[in-house]
């Protein structure tokens, strides 16, 4: 089984030949491989990746320990899988040169919540009739049972919060794969909203990579700025040392003259 950590970005349409195929643009990877799961250790076997960004103040010191220099993710899930320590290894990373056009996935997110919704909306129920004589019957329910049992029976579609859970849509397909910008175009519609967090799994192989180092230039010049005050450091050290030895040799002829000195004065005090 093949997988990534996504985000959804929007809906658009590629053509194929001639035929005009509505899209959902996800950027995905890349995804380092954070832990290994196995039986022995853990009781069951997974592959920890981790996805996006975060700032690194608000990420906790056990953490930073587990990520283990790989990043400061933002999002970090498992996937179930067969023997994953003879598939990849920590460090390793994931991005879309593992899917290929025609892949068939299926894709988990969170849909959009909609708060408080009737009947209507929530389950799709026709409504009463508009004619004469129905006041105020619209958009309601109806009746629920009989008053036998004097309850509510449970599952009875009814109003209530409608989205804002966690939705599988499978059957979907790779329409294409943008590999230099890490982007998969996935046929048809996909649950959650913009920029929001997707899962996609897909049978067959899957094909780590290694990942490219991300340099950030304001902590290059940092790191220069450092270097340059350790050199002038170094060379100021050594002035000094030059320096010093013939301070020495100066502060030695001082003294001798001030020996010479006092033993003058001494001479002509004693006359």
Same mark, same amino acid.
């Given at each position: ?211 490219? =180092? #991300? ?7 940092? $790191?220069? %700025? +450092?270097? *340059?005050? &350790?050199?002038? @450091? !170094? /060379? ?9 030895? =013939? #301070? ?7 003294? $001798?003259? %001030? +020996?010479? *000195?006092? &033993?003058?004065? @001494? !001479? /002509?005090?004693?006359?």
């Amino acid at each position: 089984m093949k997988f990534i950590l996504g985000k959804k970005i929007e809906m658009t349409q590629i053509w194929r030949g001639e035929e005009v195929v509505a899209v959902t643009k996800v950027q995905a990877g890349p995804c380092p491989v954070v832990q290994i799961k196995t039986k022995e250790k853990d009781g069951y076997e997974a592959v920890q990746i981790g996805f996006g960004e975060k700032k690194e103040k608000n990420i906790k010191k056990p953490q930073k320990n587990h990520f283990k220099k790989l990043g400061n993710f933002r999002h970090v899930r498992e996937f179930r899988c067969d023997e994953p320590e003879k598939i990849v290894k920590v460090g390793d990373g994931l991005d879309v040169s593992t899917f290929a056009v025609g892949d068939i996935i299926k894709v988990t997110g969170t849909s959009k919540g909609k708060g408080f919704q009737g009947v209507v909306k929530r389950h799709g129920f026709s409504g009463s009739k508009k004619t004469h004589g129905n006041k105020d019957q619209l958009r309601m329910p109806g009746s629920i049972g009989s008053t036998g049992p004097a309850h509510v029976f449970k599952g009875t579609r009814m109003a209530g919060r409608m989205g804002g859970e966690r939705v599988t849509v499978a059957n979907l397909e790779v329409v294409e794969v943008d590999l230099e910008n890490n982007v998969l175009f996935i046929k048809g519609a996909v649950p959650g909203v913009r920029n929001s967090l997707v899962l996609i799994q897909g049978q067959g192989e899957l094909k780590p990579v290694e990942l490219k =180092a #991300q340099v950030d230039e304001n902590k290059v010049e940092e $790191v220069k %700025e +450092e270097i *340059k005050i &350790e050199e002038t @450091k !170094e /060379e100021a050290k050594d002035e000094v040392k030059e320096e010093a030895p =013939a #301070q020495a040799e100066v502060k030695e002829e001082t003294k $001798v003259e %001030e +020996e010479v *000195k006092a &033993e003058d004065k @001494k !001479e /002509e005090i004693e006359k």
